[in-house]
């Protein structure tokens, strides 16, 4: 079935620690997206990536990075210079950007925990 | 200060009833409105999104309303289930063709209870 895998699923890390999360979607979208989700706040945009080799800073970006080598592909690497790193983050995916823009499709999310 | 407010923040029903669930927004400009349904612990599934040209969409059981004049919507519930239970987010998008300016509302958590 077409879709999106996130992996891990729950993840733990020491302070100073970078970690990757993965992102993979076989729904043969042009546009991947990470998202950060906090209680009690809205989801908010790290990185999007509207073609492959090509990605763009979202409203939180500071402490994270981002590689597009494959259309199919997102990671998201949390650096230890990312003050507040836990939280659940999300990835998603939607069809080239057009005028009536495709919805989204997200993963199932991972969730993090610096200890 | 462009914002997407939603309300009520939680609801408890009996499984069967109806429910209405709101979103305010002072967005502009205004592409599209969409409602998305979380599960605790999982990513949010899209419900529905509508343009400012649509005053309803259906999916299911789920029915979403728009007022671009007043910039209010509203999502309605019937004959709800125990697997409605979840959070309803509220997102529109300020920019037409670009995902990139969605204003997401915090969701109101709905517990439908047997």
């Known amino acids: 079935d077409g879709g999106i895998t996130q992996s891990p699923k729950y993840l733990f890390r020491k302070e100073g620690q970078n970690v990757t999360l993965s992102c993979e979607q076989n729904?043969?979208?042009?546009?991947m997206y990470w998202y950060r989700q906090d209680p009690g706040q809205g989801l908010r945009l790290i990185y999007y990536s509207q073609i492959v080799n090509d990605f763009q800073k979202g409203d939180i970006a500071e402490g994270y990075s981002v590689s597009r080598e494959k259309k199919e592909s997102f990671p998201l690497t949390v650096t230890s210079a990312q003050k507040n790193p836990t939280a659940f983050y999300l990835c998603?995916?939607?069809?080239?950007?057009?005028?009536?823009?495709?919805?989204?499709?997200f993963g199932e999310g991972s969730r993090l925990t610096v200890l | 200060k462009n914002q997407v407010e939603q309300s009520p923040q939680s609801l408890i029903i009996l499984e069967g009833k109806n429910c209405t669930l709101q979103c305010n927004y002072t967005v502009s400009p205004f592409s599209n409105l969409r409602w998305y349904k979380q599960d605790t612990g999982r990513g949010p599934v899209s419900l529905t999104i509508m343009t400012f040209s649509e005053n309803t969409k259906s999916n299911g059981r789920y029915t979403a309303t728009l007022d671009a004049d007043t910039k209010q919507s509203s999502l309605h519930i019937t004959a709800s289930q125990l697997s409605d239970s979840a959070s309803y987010i509220c997102v529109v998008s300020e920019n037409a063709g670009n995902n990139r300016k969605l204003i997401w509302g915090l969701g109101t958590s709905l517990a439908v209870n047997p």
């Open positions: 729904l043969n979208h042009d546009a």
């Open positions: 998603a995916s939607s069809r080239a950007s057009g005028r009536n823009t495709g919805e989204l499709f």
